[in-house]
């Protein structure tokens, strides 16, 4: 194949990510371990220090952690960039300061108390120990950062065995943590991880006596060996997320949120949009206001299939497509885009492996839909049963009633990005751990406590 100005382009890009990486900082000491017993071992010794701070104390180290990601947030976004080749750097910055802004701390440990005449009982929400978390490439930091403020503000330390082919960015941020802790008179290794995480160091921690809960953030894979440990498990799955449009919604509006929510930090979120099912009489509508005001790029037939070609390469996800840009995408299959090229798009069924397979990249297919009904049972299929996210945009609030009940996901953005969801333009806290296959939906502090009863018999009733 001919070499063209974009492939040199990217060849120069990922020289220069390679640059990057060997120019990011230097990754600190504290929190990282040769070996995975050991790093338990010293998580262990801090949460016995952590069990015994006041919430003031804990909520300290929360606020220097909330600091320091601000303050890294453009060092986390490159490094993240630069290690994974995902992503862009200021959709990456933009998650940073969310996770510091939005993500709940101690606030979240509530009490509730039943008082009456046989005496004072409450339910308190009290700490596991030592968590295991298992941690995506696709936000690596933001988890880590995001794990680590709501276990800690439960009373808890971590211990991460982080994707592999983010580790530099992942024990970046866990040396952070500890420094911020360190800083605010608490204890070392409130989270730590192996220098070199791979599945062993993960079985070791997820069979380890010491772990009594893991969180995991990540694909079907990792979801499973999870819930299959014998431990008690917070699967934070895969999605498929659709969007569906009726003939309700502001098309025009519709377009450009859509295309927004898709396109951030190039569709790595795995609430994104991943797919459009439209009723049939506003599918052109749709697509003119996303190709003529959003800068979309309309894939003839032939382009599509190079591009399933190159992204599901023998039918599977091939990782270097993953978090690219959609000029970048299509330079993959040698076509040269306009610069300002944001999201590629095409029509097609909803059986097309574009559509249907969950890709994290700005590939848009759009389903026709005959009706309303269809559009729910085809948005249902394409969701494949993850009970993750889903998206409508439409004014007519049966439909929105009829769609969220038939859909059943732990998310449902109505006619906005879908990272509204995660309160970026919309009203609510920040997590990145969705736990769609287990059922707590969007985790924080209060997800990772045990709830106990105390009970005070025929006293304290002071009313
Ligand atoms: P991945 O499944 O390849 O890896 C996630 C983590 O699991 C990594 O640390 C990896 O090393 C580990 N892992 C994978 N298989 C394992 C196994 N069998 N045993 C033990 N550990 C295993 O996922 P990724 O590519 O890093 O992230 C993208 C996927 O994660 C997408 O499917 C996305 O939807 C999902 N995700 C979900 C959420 C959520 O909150 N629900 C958040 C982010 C990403």
Redesign the pocket.
């Known amino acids: 194949m001919p070499i063209n100005e974009n492939m040199v382009q990217t060849i120069v890009q990922e020289v220069m990510a390679k640059m990057q990486i060997a120019e990011a900082p230097t990754t600190g000491k504290h929190g990282v371990f040769n070996d995975m017993n050991e790093a338990i071992e010293a998580a262990k010794k801090a949460q016995k220090i952590v069990r015994a701070m006041s919430m003031d104390q804990r909520e300290k180290i929360i606020s220097i952690i909330r600091k320091k990601t601000h303050e890294n947030a453009e060092i986390f976004a490159r490094m993240g960039v630069s290690e994974t080749g995902m992503g862009n750097v200021g959709d990456k910055i933009l998650k940073h300061h969310l996770v510091a802004d939005k993500t709940p701390g101690t606030e979240d440990i509530t009490t509730t108390a039943w008082s009456g005449d046989r005496g004072l009982t409450l339910i308190e929400m009290g700490p596991f120990g030592v968590i295991g978390a298992?941690?995506?490439?696709?936000?690596p930091s933001e988890?880590i950062l995001c794990n680590t403020i709501g276990m800690l503000a439960g009373g808890n330390t971590v211990v991460f065995?982080?994707?592999?082919a983010a580790i530099k960015t992942s024990l970046y941020a866990i040396n952070m943590l500890n420094e911020a802790s360190l800083e605010a008179g608490g204890p070392d290794n409130i989270a730590v991880s192996c220098a070199k995480p791979t599945?062993d160091t993960?079985a070791v921690m997820m069979k380890h006596k010491d772990i009594p809960l893991i969180a995991?953030?990540?694909?079907p894979?990792?979801v499973t060996?999870v819930l299959s440990s014998g431990k008690r498990g917070i699967g934070?799955?895969?999605?498929n997320p659709p969007a569906v449009v009726d003939d309700t919604a502001d098309i025009r509006k519709a377009a450009q949120d859509i295309v927004n929510g898709c396109t951030f930090d190039n569709n790595l979120p795995?609430i994104a949009e991943k797919e459009v099912v439209a009723v049939s009489s506003v599918v052109d509508e749709l697509m003119h206001y996303m190709l003529t005001e959003n800068d979309c790029y309309l894939a003839s037939e032939e382009e599509q299939r190079k591009l399933t070609e190159t992204v599901l390469q023998g039918g599977r996800l091939n990782r270097k497509c993953?978090g690219r840009d959609a000029k970048t995408l299509l330079s993959m299959i040698g076509v040269t885009a306009p610069a300002n090229t944001r999201c590629i798009i095409f029509e097609g069924p909803k059986e097309h492996p574009l559509i249907s397979e969950?890709l994290?990249m700005p590939i848009l297919g759009i389903v026709r839909a005959k009706d309303f009904d269809d559009a729910v049972e085809q948005a249902v299929w394409l969701e494949h049963g993850n009970r993750?996210s889903a998206h409508i945009h439409s004014k007519n609030i049966d439909n929105i009633t009829k769609y969220a009940k038939a859909i059943d996901t732990a998310i449902l953005v109505k006619n906005a990005p879908s990272y509204a969801a995660l309160g970026f333009g919309g009203e609510g806290y920040c997590t990145?751990?969705?736990a769609?296959r287990t059922g707590e939906g969007l985790t924080s502090a209060s997800t990772f406590t045990k709830r106990r009863r105390c009970v005070m018999s025929d006293s304290l009733c002071i009313r």
Do not use: K, R
């Open positions: 298992i941690t995506p490439t696709t936000n988890t065995n982080p994707h592999p599945m993960s995991a953030t990540g694909g894979g990792v060996a934070a799955g895969a999605g795995c993953v969950e994290m993750h990145f751990t969705i769609s």
